[in-house]
Nanobody
Framework: QVQLVESGGGLVQPGGSLRLSCAASGSIFSINIMGWYRQAPGKERELVAN???????NIADSLKGRFTISRDNAKNTVYLQMNSLKPDDTAVYYC???????????????WGQGTQVTVSS
Protein backbone atom coordinates (compact mmCIF):
# COMPACT_ATOMS: atom_id res chain seq x y z
CA GLN A 1 0.00 0.00 0.00
CA VAL A 2 1.20 3.48 -0.87
CA GLN A 3 0.44 6.75 0.88
CA LEU A 4 1.12 10.34 -0.15
CA VAL A 5 1.02 12.86 2.66
CA GLU A 6 1.04 16.58 1.92
CA SER A 7 2.00 19.42 4.23
CA GLY A 8 2.68 23.13 4.12
CA GLY A 9 -0.65 24.59 3.08
CA GLY A 10 -2.35 27.43 4.89
CA LEU A 11 -3.34 31.06 4.77
CA VAL A 12 -0.97 33.59 3.27
CA GLN A 13 -1.25 37.23 2.25
CA PRO A 14 -0.99 38.27 -1.39
CA GLY A 15 2.64 38.50 -2.39
CA GLY A 16 3.67 35.93 0.17
CA SER A 17 5.24 32.50 -0.24
CA LEU A 18 4.47 28.93 0.74
CA ARG A 19 6.31 25.67 0.31
CA LEU A 20 4.31 22.49 -0.05
CA SER A 21 5.79 19.08 0.62
CA CYS A 22 4.53 15.64 -0.28
CA ALA A 23 6.12 12.46 1.01
CA ALA A 24 5.38 9.06 -0.48
CA SER A 25 5.64 6.00 1.72
CA GLY A 26 4.71 2.33 1.76
CA SER A 27 5.37 -0.43 -0.72
CA ILE A 28 7.38 1.62 -3.20
CA PHE A 29 9.68 -0.04 -5.71
CA SER A 30 10.17 2.93 -8.00
CA ILE A 31 8.73 6.40 -8.54
CA ASN A 32 8.60 8.00 -11.97
CA ILE A 33 6.70 11.27 -12.06
CA MET A 34 5.77 13.32 -9.00
CA GLY A 35 3.75 16.48 -9.19
CA TRP A 36 0.96 18.77 -8.14
CA TYR A 37 -2.51 19.59 -9.36
CA ARG A 38 -4.86 22.17 -7.90
CA GLN A 39 -8.59 22.69 -7.87
CA ALA A 40 -10.26 25.98 -7.08
CA PRO A 41 -13.95 26.21 -6.11
CA GLY A 42 -16.15 25.79 -9.16
CA LYS A 43 -13.21 25.02 -11.44
CA GLU A 44 -11.69 21.88 -12.92
CA ARG A 45 -8.56 20.35 -11.50
CA GLU A 46 -5.51 21.67 -13.33
CA LEU A 47 -1.88 20.67 -13.55
CA VAL A 48 0.46 22.93 -11.61
CA ALA A 49 3.81 21.20 -12.14
CA ASN A 50 5.48 17.83 -12.35
CA UNK A 51 8.98 16.45 -12.18
CA UNK A 52 10.49 13.26 -13.55
CA UNK A 53 12.84 11.05 -11.58
CA UNK A 54 15.85 12.34 -13.55
CA UNK A 55 14.90 15.93 -12.78
CA UNK A 56 13.12 17.24 -15.87
CA UNK A 57 10.25 19.53 -14.94
CA ASN A 58 7.04 20.90 -16.38
CA ILE A 59 5.33 23.96 -14.95
CA ALA A 60 2.04 25.44 -16.12
CA ASP A 61 2.78 28.40 -18.37
CA SER A 62 0.74 30.78 -16.23
CA LEU A 63 2.79 29.87 -13.16
CA LYS A 64 6.29 30.01 -14.58
CA GLY A 65 8.47 32.49 -12.78
CA ARG A 66 6.51 32.16 -9.54
CA PHE A 67 6.32 28.42 -8.85
CA THR A 68 9.15 25.92 -8.82
CA ILE A 69 9.10 22.17 -8.27
CA SER A 70 11.84 19.95 -6.90
CA ARG A 71 12.19 16.49 -5.42
CA ASP A 72 14.40 14.48 -3.11
CA ASN A 73 14.50 10.95 -4.51
CA ALA A 74 16.17 9.59 -1.38
CA LYS A 75 13.20 10.78 0.66
CA ASN A 76 10.50 10.06 -1.97
CA THR A 77 9.43 13.66 -1.48
CA VAL A 78 8.34 16.38 -3.89
CA TYR A 79 8.25 20.08 -3.09
CA LEU A 80 6.37 23.01 -4.56
CA GLN A 81 7.77 26.45 -3.85
CA MET A 82 5.16 29.12 -4.47
CA ASN A 83 6.20 32.77 -4.51
CA SER A 84 4.38 36.04 -5.20
CA LEU A 85 1.10 34.35 -4.40
CA LYS A 86 -2.13 35.83 -5.70
CA PRO A 87 -5.75 35.35 -4.60
CA ASP A 88 -6.28 33.36 -7.82
CA ASP A 89 -3.85 30.76 -6.46
CA THR A 90 -6.36 29.86 -3.77
CA ALA A 91 -7.21 26.19 -4.23
CA VAL A 92 -6.80 22.72 -2.83
CA TYR A 93 -3.43 21.43 -3.96
CA TYR A 94 -3.12 17.71 -4.62
CA CYS A 95 0.09 15.76 -4.80
CA UNK A 96 0.35 12.79 -7.13
CA UNK A 97 2.96 10.23 -8.05
CA UNK A 98 3.36 7.50 -10.63
CA UNK A 99 4.68 4.51 -8.73
CA UNK A 100 5.54 0.86 -9.21
CA UNK A 101 5.15 -1.33 -6.13
CA UNK A 102 7.34 -4.16 -7.39
CA UNK A 103 9.48 -5.45 -10.23
CA UNK A 104 7.31 -6.10 -13.25
CA UNK A 105 4.25 -4.52 -11.72
CA UNK A 106 2.48 -1.77 -13.67
CA UNK A 107 2.91 1.92 -13.04
CA UNK A 108 -0.08 3.35 -11.12
CA UNK A 109 -1.20 6.82 -10.09
CA UNK A 110 -1.44 7.67 -6.41
CA TRP A 111 -2.90 10.81 -4.91
CA GLY A 112 -2.62 12.71 -1.66
CA GLN A 113 -5.60 13.94 0.28
CA GLY A 114 -5.07 17.56 -0.70
CA THR A 115 -3.95 20.63 1.21
CA GLN A 116 -5.74 23.96 1.24
CA VAL A 117 -3.90 27.08 0.13
CA THR A 118 -5.72 30.35 0.72
CA VAL A 119 -4.29 33.66 -0.46
CA SER A 120 -6.11 36.53 1.17
CA SER A 121 -5.49 39.75 3.03
Amino acid sequence: QVQLVESGGGLVQPGGSLRLSCAASGSIFSINIMGWYRQAPGKERELVANIFSAGATNIADSLKGRFTISRDNAKNTVYLQMNSLKPDDTAVYYCYAVIRTGWGRPWSDYWGQGTQVTVSS
